[in-house]
C-alpha cells in the first residue's frame, strides 16, 4: 500500500533524481521531468545517451550527479532496477522510488529486498503523477481505481 502523504513528500521535499528520463519517444521519464519541474521540484534527470529529459539536466550516471539528491525516481527496466537501488545506496541516497504506470515498471523483487536489506525508505509500484496536484486526466481515474483496490491510502 501506499501512503500519499509519503509519496508527496518524496517528490517535493529536496532533490529528486529520475533514473532513466530521456525525451525520446515512449520514454515516459520526460513527462515526469517536466511535471515535477512545473510542480517547482528541483529535479535532474539520469540518463547514458539520452539529449534531453523535460528541461531538466542530464546527466550520464547517478554518479555524475552533483549532491545533494534527497529522492531517486527509478524508472529503468525491471531487470536492472536492482543494481540501481545498490548504486543510490552507495550514494548515501535513502529514499527510493521504483516506478510503476501502466506498463512495465522498475519493480522487482531483487530490488525490493536490496531496499529492505539496506533500510532504505521505498515507494514501490506506482506513478508520481498520481500524487501531484491537481491530478488530471489518465493519473486521477488511476489514483482512484488504485484507491478503490486499498492500494492507495488517502
Request: net charge positive.
Amino acid at each position: 500500500m501506499i501512503n500519499t502523504a509519503q509519496a508527496r513528500s518524496f517528490l517535493t521535499e529536496g532533490r529528486v533524481a529520475v533514473i532513466g528520463a530521456s525525451d525520446e519517444k515512449g520514454n515516459f521519464g520526460g513527462t515526469v521531468c517536466r511535471t515535477l519541474r512545473d510542480h517547482d521540484c528541483e529535479v535532474v534527470a539520469v540518463h547514458p545517451s539520452a539529449a534531453g529529459a523535460g528541461g531538466a539536466p542530464v546527466y550520464r550516471s547517478i554518479e555524475a550527479v552533483p549532491p545533494p539528491v534527497d529522492t531517486a525516481l527509478i524508472m529503468v527496466p525491471a531487470a536492472s532496477a536492482a543494481g540501481v537501488v545498490a548504486d543510490c545506496v552507495s550514494l548515501g541516497i535513502r529514499r527510493l522510488w521504483l516506478f510503476k504506470g501502466l506498463g512495465p515498471g522498475s519493480v522487482s523483487e531483487d530490488a525490493l529486498e536490496a531496499c529492505r536489506r539496506e533500510g532504505v525508505e521505498v515507494v514501490a509500484g506506482a506513478c508520481p503523477l498520481m500524487f501531484l496536484e491537481p491530478v488530471r486526466g489518465v493519473h486521477a481515474m488511476h489514483r482512484t481505481i488504485r484507491r478503490m483496490r486499498r492500494a492507495v491510502t488517502a
